[in-house]
């Protein structure tokens, strides 16, 4: 694996916890919703002896020199819901969906060149002065998200990549009638807004989306080492002894963005809420792809919700521990 201008450090730490819940979405209606587009996988559990074999996506010299993109969903207050920061899906959606751009871009660009091959991500004309320039650029940091712009859920508010997609994906039911409450992106409407993008970019043909339900650690090793998008979807799960956990809390869900995975049971994530391996002050940062936090975790197979999730990670952050209930995979056509 060769990353030459990754500024990681891969070792896990537990990040000490300042945010209470990232996602907070009443499950009821997302399990209605849904349950129309899932599909079922194998829920073996995989052998996990053998070598530590790891594979992480390819890095890309021009856009993603580190591999996966780690974008952050605590650029601005205006990407909070009532209940705490809730961009999660959007902004993992945007790491795998410029993955695919710098894959398909000029491998000698460079953000702020001006240039654009590729209609996956494009320039959203950011009104701030380009970063890095001398050109308003689709790879330019503030294309990802320009501070003048905020975002209220309007086709029109917040201009650039995050939010246009945070519109796409109905983040925070922002464009329905109903649940004004709730906070977080279904996957109904992470599918939808996918599909959606990928028609208006004019690339419907050229990618599959699939929402697997209980993914087995197993499929998931062998989808990444296919070169393919892969969006998790976490369930927090709480001790039993820790009852001043409000019960809402227990009902928040996650996404994170899948960096690279070991056959003998680890997984490193691109974590829109996280930066455990390679801390990071300012979220804004990480609009430069090249600086990353890829946190590593061991995952155990002995789940403490099977009905949910037949695979966990039992040292998720701090306190937390997180059952993967979904995927949701973003492939090329063959
Ligand atoms: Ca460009
Ligand atoms: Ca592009
Ligand atoms: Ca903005
Ligand atoms: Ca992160």
Known sequence: ?????????????????????????????????????QTDAPTDVPSIQGEDDWYYLPSYSNY???????????????????????????????????????????????????????PLVSNYNAPGSPEPGPSADDHAFNNVNDDETTWDGTAGSGKEFIERLAWY????????????????????NLRRGTTMWLRDAGLQNQYNIEIITKPSFSFINERMRQNQGVLLRLIFSFPSDMNFIPKIAKLAYHYVAVA??????????????????????????????SIVSHDIYQVNFTSPYPHLGSWWIPTYASHRRVVITHAVIISEKE
């Not at 060769?2 to 979405?25: D, E, G, M, N, Q």
């Not at 109905?170 to 109904?188: A, D, K, Q, V, W």
């Open 169 to 188: 994906t109905n983040t925070n039911f922002c464009r329905s009638l109903f649940f004004p409450e709730i906070s977080g992106t279904t996957l109904f």
């Open 64 to 118: 993603a020199p580190a591999g996966m993109p780690d974008f952050d969903q605590k650029q601005d207050t205006s990407w909070q819901s009532r209940w705490g920061w809730s961009f999660c899906a959007p902004v993992a959606l945007a790491d795998v969906l410029w993955w695919f751009d710098s894959k398909h871009s000029d491998p000698n660009g460079t953000p702020g060149d001006g240039i654009d091959e590729y």
């Open 1 to 37: 694996m060769t990353k030459k201008y990754k500024l990681i450090v891969r070792k896990s730490v537990i990040a000490p916890a300042t945010v209470l819940v990232i996602c907070f979405v009443l499950l009821a209606p997302n399990i209605i919703a849904e349950r129309l587009h």
């Open 260 to 289: 690279g995975i070991s056959s003998n049971g680890f997984i490193s994530v691109s974590d829109p809420e996280w930066d455990v391996a390679n801390p990071c002050k300012d979220p804004m940062l990480h609009n430069n792809a």
